[in-house]
């Protein structure tokens, strides 16, 4: 008798122990199918926001930089939070340092330093109005480390903190192991991979990532999971499947409103702007744009009863556009300066189609219907034998101040009044409050000398 108990009870801790063996097993290599209560995280609650929303919600910073030894063209978002911004602008930072050292170290090149370029633009995306992630596009030209990147963040604006994946999800769901095996499912529906490929094996290779309304999207650098012929490769997860092992809430009753932006009403253009009537005719051409001074030059422009053109850039647009709106109701021009400040001679050309189109479509959504007619290349950098680019007249200028090496009120504008003659076109950069300042003296100035400031396009029609 003593020995069956013995036995009995030896038996029933060795059930007890497989079953909490395999239990363990089991939970471990699948997420939980039921949220974990223990743990009083408070969630993500999934709200769409779109574009239009996300724009209004941060503004845009662009540095560019004229020295003829690294043109750079660099946008980068500004949020509400001080922190978030430091991480950015950190980020920024050491891409235009790297690139720095590789021109400067490879200066000797002359055919490097032709080319040389850095681009960053970016493009934004988010969970929530708090949950927002930033994808930027780095494009380098010059030296070994030329080529494209895609750089993933995600930031908790309200939280103001960085996010890695593992914020996301419960920690011992198993969630790795879950986006592991979606992410090579989805790789080898590319086929992408060939059958000994394995694709990314850690979750460390998933640390790229943005969150795209309710959708995960991953990016692997060309070469990084697959061959590298089959370049930079990205993969999306619907973020519902993971909804029992993360901290992503879905109300669906709340989300299933689709949040449609309205489309802007038509701006009304001036039939036939008046301009001054003096005899000689003189075009103001501002590029960069749009900034918060430009609202201070449309003041200028209409006190003087002047017309001007804004060779504004694509990426910038949407954070101003009452500036854009009101730059059409005012009678003057919009031109096309790319969508991200590229040099159009490193582009291939459906790439300047892209950097142009993109531009145009902004101007077209905002303004409901005006198409930026003209182009002018950043950096003034092309193939100056082309007279149109993608069907669109190429404007450069005649009389160049340099405001950008200068920054000085007077001397800005005294280079622009000296050398001012009938039909000239003048360049200008509104981000400079030396710019706006010197525009006041030359609009007096040129008016009292009997000039009438007007479009490109009036000067062409001439
Ligand atoms: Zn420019």
Redesign the pocket.
């Known amino acids: 008798m003593k020995d069956r108990k013995k036995w009995s009870v030896f038996s029933i801790v060795m059930a007890v122990a497989v079953v909490a063996i395999v239990l363990s097993v089991v939970m471990m290599s699948l997420p939980t199918a039921q949220p974990d209560l223990s743990d009083d995280h408070a969630g993500y609650s999934y709200r769409p926001v779109s574009q239009q929303e996300l724009a209004q919600m941060m503004s845009i910073q662009s540095d560019?930089h004229y020295g003829e030894a690294y043109p750079m063209g660099v946008s980068y978002p500004v949020t509400s939070s001080q922190t978030v911004n430091e991480q950015i602008k950190s980020f920024v930072d050491s891409q235009v340092e790297q690139f720095q050292t590789t021109i400067v170290s490879s200066s000797a090149d002359e055919s490097v330093g032709s080319s040389a370029e850095l681009n960053i633009d970016y493009q934004l995306s988010c969970f929530n109005e708090d949950i927002v992630s930033i994808l930027f596009h780095v494009q380098q030209n010059g030296g070994d480390s030329s080529g494209d990147g895609l750089a993933a963040m995600t930031f908790d604006l309200n939280g103001e903190k960085r996010m890695n994946l593992s914020d996301f999800f419960r920690e011992g769901s198993g969630y790795e192991q879950y986006l592991l095996d979606k992410v090579q499912s989805s790789l080898r529906d590319q086929k992408v991979l060939d059958k000994k490929e394995k694709g990314p094996v850690s979750v460390d290779q998933l640390q790229n990532f943005m969150l795209d309304g309710d959708q995960i999207v991953f990016y692997f650098s060309p070469g990084s999971v697959a061959d590298s012929s089959y370049g930079q490769l990205e993969v999306s997860i619907p973020l519902r499947l993971m909804h029992s092992f993360s901290y992503f809430q879905f109300d669906d009753a709340g989300t299933s409103v689709s949040s449609q932006p309205e489309a802007y009403p038509a701006v009304t253009q001036p039939e036939s702007p008046q301009t001054s009537t003096g005899t000689k005719q003189i075009a103001l051409t501002f590029?960069?744009g749009p900034y918060k001074n430009t609202e201070k030059v449309l003041d200028l422009l209409d006190q003087y009863n002047a017309k001007a053109t804004f060779f504004v850039v694509g990426n910038r647009v949407e954070y101003f556009p009452e500036t854009i709106r009101r730059m059409v109701s005012s009678g003057h021009c919009i031109g096309n300066?790319t969508y991200s400040?590229k040099r159009l001679d490193n582009l291939s050309p459906a790439q300047v189609s892209q950097q142009l189109t993109k531009t145009n479509e902004a101007v077209k959504e905002i303004t409901g219907g005006y198409v930026p007619q003209y182009v002018r290349p950043?950096?003034g950098f092309y193939d100056h034998n082309i007279k149109t680019i993608d069907g669109m007249p190429v404007i450069l200028w005649t009389v160049d101040p340099g405001d950008w090496s200068l920054k000085n009120t007077q001397k800005i504008a005294q280079g622009v009044i000296q050398n001012a003659k009938d039909g000239d076109i003048v360049i200008l950069h509104e981000q400079l409050t030396q710019s706006v300042e010197a525009t006041e003296i030359i609009l007096q100035e040129l008016t009292n000398q009997g000039f009438s400031f007007v479009t490109v396009d009036q000067l062409m029609d001439k």
Request: overall charge negative; glycine content about 0%; charged content about 30%.
């Open positions: 560019i590029d960069d300066h400040h950043p950096y």
